[in-house]
């Protein structure tokens, strides 16, 4: 998803920003990867792994649905917050 981001939130009926802008939300969307990886290495002590993978899968396919099917900022903000939720379910699928 970070790496289509640029082109998504350039598109007209998204947010209509040129490449150098868009870049700056590509910045939110691995920042908020770095973010949720600290807050998941938080929550991973007291949560079973496969519930914390559950909980973010839902919440990843929500916030896609949410982009996929809204326009403007409402599709752009719910992209660039994938990557909260995305941030944990990679090493969790491997600690499984």
């Known amino acids: ?16 920003l040129s490449h ?21 290495f938080a ?4 949560v079973s792994p496969g519930k914390s993978l559950a909980v973010t899968a839902l919440g990843s396919i ?3 649905l949410t982009a996929t099917f809204t326009e403007g900022s ?9 990557g909260l939720c995305n941030s944990i379910m990679f090493p969790t699928i491997f600690s499984m």
Request: proline share 2%.
């Open 1 to 16: 998803i970070g790496s289509f981001l640029i082109n998504f939130i350039g598109e007209p009926h998204i947010a209509g």
């Open 20 to 40: 150098a802008d868009a870049a700056r939300y590509v910045s939110m969307y691995w920042g908020g990867a770095l973010v949720g990886r600290f807050i998941g």
């Open 43 to 46: 929550v991973m002590r007291y």
């Open 62 to 64: 929500a916030l896609v």
């Open 74 to 82: 409402l599709a752009m903000w719910a992209i660039v917050a994938v």
